[in-house]
């Protein structure tokens, strides 16, 4: 980018008269109407107050005035003299608003130096606004504001009329790390305009043409991103470039990702630094759920060298549960985005990594840390591992379906159940142990069924809603009853040595007595029926008990 000077739109007209506080008529207010007229901020930033502030009338008439101003074809012909001379950051935002209304609705129909006049001055302005880092800071909200008006522009401007944009955007970076990151945001919105938010927003002609585009001039951005990481010491430039690539890495060339020292800058320059930990795992989860078969060995150095850095900033007799409940807000988000990456991971290159005896140990450490991550007491969380824990019961259950039958069938002697499982089953079979004993301890409370007498005096049945506990109940129940198919003998043991853990007092509570409660009678129906009314006798005599 370069600062050009305005041309498309017209110049300051002067100040207005004083106004003495809020309080103002509708003849007064009205000559902010009155085009023949210079603008008089004063008084439009008192308008702008009262539409804030003010109350009854006065607020009506504000809001009245500062409408039909904004839907004035002529409004924005003004917006420069707002934006330059009202001390008001409410007025500014409102000069922005009728400036996007504008882009947004009358694009096509304005002349195209009128057009050109408008890019740049938002242009000058984001130059203004970013190249020193105290203005950025301060100025955040309105410089935000002023992006997404240049997004507005570039969706329509870019790249027939503007085919220079990637050039000069790259080009601007490389004078001031200030402006750079800034750009880095502007880059990052055009992303997430152009790849997340188009459909319903533009044409699928028009977004493919936008989507093309960015995949072919792409390296000149990757460039750029890459000579931040590698060589910039500006912190806060840093960690806007990765937020930024983290909008990139779902839809750019893989080439990018695995064909360069990407994976590896992310993971040994600033995974293990606190301020980069979290962004910088977002975006190995991004690749991770990259779907490419020709690219496995990359996954498992992936993998390998995220477990790596994982030990010594997370060492695995860490009780998490606990480090969850006591840690700062980072320390949470990072666990809550651990637990993304590794089910995410685990689901879509787990089958791959088990195969593989050489990974044996680093996997097994892998699920020894999602199911650690399970314990925390925080159900989004919880539901994130849910979600894998679901995936893998189920995919060991279809592999072998009738496997968990096998040691309780008559014409079939086997030396011990595991004698029997397959290979797969035998490798997560302490993990599933912990699984289930998570899983019974946690089981959320099912729909509620009260009796109660309705108006005519029937008894009827009425169930209370919680969608989404009722929901989490049957993902859980879902999941548990696979378990149960995998392996019932230990499904059994642990309900059984946690029922007697309620009689003996040891894990007595109200709550751990519902949970248990509500895990037995999820799996109803999971055994074969003789074994389970032998169960529930078990149970029933040691309810009595208490």
Known sequence: MTSVQLDGMKDHVGFGGPVNGNMMGMP?????????????????????????????????????????LKEHPDAWTRVDTILEFSENQQTKYYGLQILENVIKTRWKVLPREQCDGIKNYIVSLIIKTSSDPKTLEQEKVYLNKLNMILVQILKREWPKNWPSFITDIVGASKSNESLCQNNMTILKLLSEEVFDFSSGQMTQIKAKHLKDTMCNEFSQ??????????????????????????????????????????????????????????????????????????????????FTQTMEQLEQMLPADTIIKDAYANGEDEN???????????????????????????????????????????????????????????????????ESPCQGAIPNTPLIVARSPSAMQ????????????????????????????????????????????????????????????????????????????????????????????????????????????????????TVIKDLLGL
């Open 422 to 537: 397959p290979l797969r089953r035998q490798l997560y079979q302490p993990v599933l142990t912990k699984l289930r004993y998570i899983m019974i301890g946690r089981m959320a409370k099912p729909e509620e069924v009260l009796v109660v007498e309705n108006e005519q005096g029937e008894v009827v049945r009425e169930f209370m809603k919680d969608t989404d506990s009722i929901q989490l109940y049957k993902n859980m129940r879902e999941t548990l009853v696979y378990l149960t198919h995998l392996d019932y003998n230990d499904t059994e043991r642990i309900m059984t040595e946690k029922l007697h853990n309620q009689v003996n007092g040891s894990e007595w509570s109200w709550k751990n007595l519902n949970t248990l409660c509500w895990a037995i009678g999820s799996i109803s129906g999971a055994m074969h029926e003789e074994d389970e009314k032998r169960f529930l006798v």
């Open 221 to 302: 951005i990757f460039q750029l991103c890459n000579t931040v990481l590698e060589t910039s010491s500006y912190p806060l430039l840093v960690h806007a470039t990765l937020e930024t690539l983290l909008r990139f890495l779902n839809w750019i060339p893989l080439g990018y990702i695995f064909e360069t020292k990407l994976i590896s800058t992310l993971i040994y320059k600033f995974f293990n630094v606190p301020m980069f930990r979290n962004v910088t795992l977002k975006c190995l989860t991004e690749i991770a759920g990259v779907s490419a078969g020709h690219y496995n060995e990359m996954f498992v150095l992936l």
């Open 332 to 398: 949470q988000k990072f666990i809550q985005n651990l637990s993304l990456f590794l089910s995410i991971f685990l689901k879509e290159h787990g089958s791959y990594v088990e195969k593989k005896p050489e990974l044996s140990k680093t996997f097994l450490e892998a699920l020894h840390y999602l199911l650690l991550i399970s314990e925390v007491e925080e159900v989004e969380i919880f539901k994130i591992c849910l979600e894998y824990w679901n995936y893998l019961a189920a995919d060991l259950y279809r």
């Open 28 to 68: 007064e207010a009205a000559r902010l109407l009155d085009f023949t007229q210079k603008l008089d901020i004063t008084l439009l930033d008192n308008v702008v107050n009262c539409m804030y502030a003010g109350v009854g009338n006065e607020q009506k008439i504000a809001q009245e005035i500062l409408t039909a």
